[in-house]
Structures are given as C-alpha cells and as structure tokens.
C-alpha cells in the first residue's frame, strides 16, 4: 500500500536527527555538573607620577606600584585590580567643618542640629555653624578630618599601564560521581604564554588588555572609572576512555553598565583607609580606589556511558519519531512474508497471517472524519412536542421531515416577572382575542404567495441556494391555521423594542443603542427570544430552527438597511 510505504519513509527520515542527537549531544551518557575551586595570581609592575611641594617648589616624584599596591582579594571567585585612585591623606579625629553640600550649607548655627547625620554625611553634626573656605560657611562635625572632598577619577587613569598586567587563574575541578578530578594547567605548560583565543586557547595567563579587546571594549576607558569583567571558564568533558577529552574552554564578558558617564553610579570603586601614628597621633590615609573587578565563572559538565541513559533515550524517542511503527511494520512483514506464498504455492497452510496483514494496513491507513454536531431542533405551534432531526438525513424540507418527538422542557418562570410587559405597552387592539383561538383552531390560510410547504400563510421562499434551501423550509404549524406571529404573546415577548432593549441592558447594562447598530442587536435577541420562549432549556435552543414566518416577522419589525440578509444560523 502507498501509505504504508511514505509513512516508513517519513519514519526513517525521522531517525536522522534521533541518530545525530544520540552522538553529537552524547545522550547515551549520565552527566554531572562541575565543582571547581578557582585561584588567581596578577603580576605586573606600575609607576605612578605625583607632584608635592617643597620649600614652596613643585617636584615630580615618580611611585612604584606593585602587586601589593594595586590588587585586592575578595572573597569567592574574584579579584580586583586598581586602575585609578583618589588619596586623602592626613586625617585624624576631631573636629572640623563639613564639605559644602545644599544639606551642610548653613549661615548660623541654627541651620544645624546637634547629632544629625545623613546617609551622605561624613561626621557627626556638633550644632554649629563655621567657617569651610572664605566666606563660606557649612556645619561643623565630628569626624575624620580634613574631610574628603568630592573629586572626579584622575583622567587618564593613573595606573593605565596595568593594560600590560598579566593573571594565572588556577582552576581545579571535580566530578564526584565518576571519580574524576583536573585542572587547567598542563603538565607540559610554558610558563612564558599568554592566552591567545586561536594560536594559545589552553593557556591559563591572561593579558588583561588582551581580555578587553576579546570583550570589543577599550581598556584605557574603562581603567578611569572602573568596571566588572566576567571570565568564564566552561569545561565540557567527555570521560569515556575510547573518546576521553577534558579541556576548558575560556570566554569573556562584560557584566557592568557599559554607558558608565551616562549612568548615575558609574564604574566600579571603594574606599579603604591605611593607618598610622605620628607624634602618637593615630591618623590615617583615605583612598578611594577605581578598578577593575574579575569574576571567574566556571561551569559546565562531565558524562560518562550509562546503559540506564541510553534505553531511556532511545525509549522516549520510539514515541516522538514513530519507531515503533516501523518496528511492528517489520515484524509484520517478515512474519508473513513466508506464509503469504501460499498463493504461489498451494502446499502452504498458514494463509492467516496474509490476511492479518492485510486487514493491519488497512486500519493503519484509514481516515476518521472529524465528527460534527449534526442534530437539530423544530417546533410547531399546533404541537406540544418538539421534534428533533438529523441535518445528515436532511433530503426535503424541514415542514416534512417527521423526527423524533422530544418532550418539551419545563419553562423556568423566575425572570419573567422582571419583564416591564405593562410599560409603554399599546392597549389591545381588537381581533386580538380571536387571533390566539385562531392558534388552536384551524383555519385555512389565504395566500397565494406562500410556498407549498407553508401551513400559517404568513412564510415566504427561502434566498439560500438550492442545496442549502431545505434548511429554511418551516412553518410554524404542522397543519394549516392561524400564524404566530399574530397572537398576542409573540408581539409582547418577541416585538416590543421596549422589552428587547430592556433585555439587551439587563445583559450588559453599559451597552450603547446607536442608530446604525440597534436594529441588529435588537433582530438578534428577538431571535433569541423565541427560541428560549419555545424551546426552553439552552441546550436545545443552541440548534433550535426558526420558522420562516416567525424570521421574516422580525426582519420586518428591525430591517437591515440593505434589505440582505445573510440566511438562518443557529443562535449561538
């Protein structure tokens, strides 16, 4: 058969990527995450020029900074490396005025209060105001002094040289599962490489201005505020002894806000103070340094074979890509490949299986058409039944189909006495009472341009096309009399813009009636009117039937004002 034969063509195009997963993505294997211990060594030497004066002359004095100077360790996986610093040196307890900001600025001791402290004040305020510079006048606090005034980071950085500094990163890792531990310094490693990403990948000493081009980022820019460089460190091992291989792969990636002049805290620094004594005098050197944070991230995973992986794998994949299709196809064929020759070969007594084939491929192709809602509901006024119909068996009109007799559903009389049926209501007009004896009573219609199938002589020919046409051929009498649509109860329930309107706000109470939309809301809950009136329960008026008279009734009382209409559809 043609179907069989695409769907194991279809099948067996599917085992491609099953196949390239199972190898390329090792799913064969148990795979466990790293643990690792990283330590980092930068080495590097500095000058620094700074100008004093002495005796009243300005001299250059040139400072040496090495590896004590400039690197901090920090907890975790981390270590920073100063760039650029702002110094303060001198301090000591006591007393002395506040650095001029529009919360220390004051003209009398009044615009200061004993003990006050903010989260941006550098002492304790004493409540009184003093001399900072000139006439300038701020309050005075009980601190550090000289207090530390706001400057901006020194540019150019004034350890920009640190470009040309160089870190060891030490990473030890280890798989406790598959009893497997490494590092990432080689045992023949060249003491004198620097980490290049194509010519050097595996050495672990790292030029720092050589991580910043890898990153697309100038280190001279970032060295005057600072910043934070993510180093990564993935290791993705492969610890099966036929295709051993464990090496880390190293990457790089700037974790900070790279428009560091547009942000409000840019860069990356700290304060830490060095201590001393003079004259027996505790003082100390206040220094705000700038740098460059470096986080080392390691991840990644060892695997090794595990037969538990690999059944697990290969059985969820039997679903996705329809294996075991393919599996029962072979099985199928192979078994009654032999007995199917009783054909040829009359000898052959086992024809059972050829026809177990046969019937197998015949269900396996099979269509199942998606199954519709094809039962629907009419009623007739001279009746005290409903009568139910299949669409499918539809061949003639609905006037003649006889159906199934459903009983009529118990009406539900709670809401009806919320109906305004006597406001604004037109008296009776006479000839009412004999229109609702005429509904059961017989009478003879009079009219010559009803259609055959119509018993009420109010109906007229249905505008679908032919083969749609039986749907719309119902009156709403089985037997010829009076219409509905003349007695008093439709005109009350069904044509009263004043209850419909009323039944359109209680639904939505916000709903707005404007003149080009109110005779379709108001045709359509007259439509929903009647079904609910003569068909009761809501399961039954969802594909409830309208007659024509009743349908062309409504239209008349709420026209469109193109005068088409689309044909009956189900309430929904």
């Known amino acids: 058969m043609h179907c069989a034969s695409l769907e194991k063509t279809t099948d067996a195009l599917l085992c491609l990527p099953f196949s390239f997963a199972l190898l390329s993505d090792k799913r064969y294997q148990w795979k466990e995450p790293v643990i690792s211990s990283v330590h980092a060594k930068v080495k590097g030497m500095a000058e620094v020029k700074k100008e004093i004066t002495e005796n009243g002359l300005k001299k250059v004095v040139w400072n040496v900074f090495d590896t004590a100077d400039y690197t901090v360790p920090l907890q975790g996986n981390s270590f920073f490396v100063m760039t650029n610093f702002l110094k303060m040196e001198g301090q000591e307890q006591g007393l002395c005025p506040e650095y001029p900001t529009r919360w220390t600025l004051c003209s009398s001791d009044q615009g200061c209060k004993k003990g006050r402290m903010g989260p941006k004040s550098k002492g304790i305020q004493t409540g009184r105001c003093i001399e900072y510079k000139g006439k300038q006048k701020t309050c005075e606090v009980s601190a550090w002094c000289p207090i530390e005034e706001v400057e901006k980071a020194p540019e150019p950085a004034l350890l920009g040289s640190a470009e040309n500094f160089t870190v060891l990163i030490k990473n030890n890792i280890d798989f406790p599962s598959h009893n497997y531990t490494t590092r990432n310094i080689l045992p023949d490693l060249n003491v004198t490489c620097t980490f290049h990403k194509t010519q050097n990948p595996q050495c672990p000493i790292f030029r720092l201005g050589d991580i910043f081009q890898e990153t697309g980022d100038n280190f001279s820019e970032v060295a005057v505020q600072g910043g934070i460089m993510g180093i990564e460190i993935y290791w993705d ?279 080009d939309s109110t005779n379709s809301q108001l045709r359509h809950c007259a439509y929903r009117c009647y079904t609910a009136w003569r068909f009761g329960s809501q399961g039954l008026a969802d594909s409830a039937i309208l007659p024509s008279c009743c349908r062309w009734r409504i239209r008349r009382e709420f026209p469109k004002r193109e005068g088409q209409y689309s044909g009956f559809k189900s309430p929904c």
């Open 237 to 515: 091992c492969n610890l099966d002894s036929w295709f051993h291989h464990c090496r880390p792969k190293y990457s790089f990636r700037r974790l900070d806000d790279k428009t560091a002049k547009e942000s409000l805290y840019p860069g990356y620094n700290f304060r830490y103070a060095r201590y001393y004594k003079e004259n027996n005098i505790e003082k100390r050197t206040l220094i705000k340094a700038f740098g460059i944070r470096f986080d080392i991230l390691v991840f990644g995973t060892g695997g090794k074979f595990d037969i538990i992986q690999l059944i697990v794998y290969i059985g969820s994949n039997l679903s996705y890509f329809g294996l075991a299709t393919v599996f029962i196809d072979f099985l199928i064929n192979t078994y009654s490949y032999k007995c199917c020759r009783s054909r040829i070969y009359p000898g052959c007594k086992c024809c059972a299986p050829c026809a177990v084939n046969e019937y197998y491929y015949r269900k396996k192709c099979e269509s199942v058409a998606e199954p519709r809602q094809t039962l629907k509901y009419v009623s007739f006024v001279d009746e005290p039944h409903i009568r139910m119909v299949n669409q499918r068996l539809l061949g003639k009109s609905l006037q003649d189909v006889e159906g199934e007799e459903v009983p009529r559903p118990p009406m539900d009389f709670a809401d009806l006495s919320r109906l305004p049926l006597s406001l604004h209501e037109p008296p009776p007009i006479p000839g009412q009472l004999e229109a609702l004896q005429l509904l059961s009573q017989g009478a003879t219609p009079t009219s010559s341009d009803c259609p055959d199938w119509c018993q009420c002589g109010k109906c007229l020919p249905s505008q679908l096309p032919e083969r749609q046409r039986h749907m719309e051929e119902l009156c709403c009498r089985k037997k010829m009399g009076a219409c509905i649509t003349t007695s008093e109860p439709f005109k009350k329930l069904i044509l009263s813009r004043h209850v419909l309107q009323f039944l359109l706000h209680y639904q939505e109470p916000l709903l707005v009636l404007d003149a």
